[in-house]
């Protein structure tokens, strides 16, 4: 399985995102996601619109921090952008939102667009059964997105192993913390997409081409 690298850019104003987009397709990712950590959200659709126009071929999506992932979703579909990705675990098993289940099912039914959520993800509810959850998710259309404890810090990779044995070996499963140059032979071949900042920026708004480029390298 081949994974797909998706760096994550931290919104500061138009030119930083067109600039670091610019960095993730001339390094040769395959898409790019926009988040605005302070939560206002208020420039992401138009200036994932300018990305995904300037470069068609990249994937390109994003993560409405603080909004109902349906509401997310939606406004993502109507700009005609590839990717949608929410913190939300809408499949925890303890704590299931089965209505949210159902209504982003229906958003994504006959569409191409990858929707991202949360499962055993950094600061959302404990997950006591990642392997059932992230089940649960691809069996309603989602991709499984996990993480390690914190920003920036790696997942125990064998616990990303045992949630790929879990859900077999062709499922789609992310995983969006913690990855690096160094480490991603470590998690590649459990993993459908790494969704990454931290391990390939030079600042919390920039990436860094070198760390791009190695990355992709990584990935063979």
């Known amino acids: 399985m081949r994974t797909n690298i998706i760096p994550v850019i931290h919104y500061e104003d138009d030119d930083q995102a067109i600039r670091n987009a610019a960095r993730v397709q001339d390094a040769g990712c395959d898409g790019v996601l926009l988040i605005q950590m302070d939560g206002s959200n208020t420039r992401l659709v138009s200036v994932a619109q300018e990305i ?26 109507a700009a005609d952008l590839d990717m949608t990705w929410t ?5 925890h098993t303890e704590f299931p939102d089965e209505n949210l289940k159902k209504r ?63 859900i077999g070996p062709d499922a789609p499963l992310a995983i969006a913390s913690g990855i690096t140059p160094d480490n991603f032979a470590m998690f590649a071949p459990h993993l459908s997409h790494v969704l990454v900042a931290t391990g390939v920026s030079s600042s919390f708004h920039e990436f860094d081409e070198e760390l ?5 390298s990584a990935n063979g």
């Open 104 to 166: 982003l099912s229906r958003q994504l039914r006959g569409k191409s667009h990858h929707l991202f959520t949360g499962v055993a993800f950094k600061h959302q509810r404990h997950e006591p059964d990642p392997v059932t959850s992230a089940r649960d998710a691809i069996n309603h259309g989602f991709i499984p997105t996990t993480s390690g404890p914190a920003t920036g810090v790696a997942a125990d990779p064998s616990q990303i192993a045992r949630l790929r044995k879990g």
């Open 87 to 91: 913190d939300v675990q809408p499949t």
């Open 52 to 77: 995904k126009a300037e470069w068609p071929d990249l994937l390109v999506g994003v993560n409405h921090l603080g909004l109902d992932p349906s509401r997310s979703l939606a406004v993502n579909l």
């Open 212 to 216: 791009l480029a190695s990355l992709v």
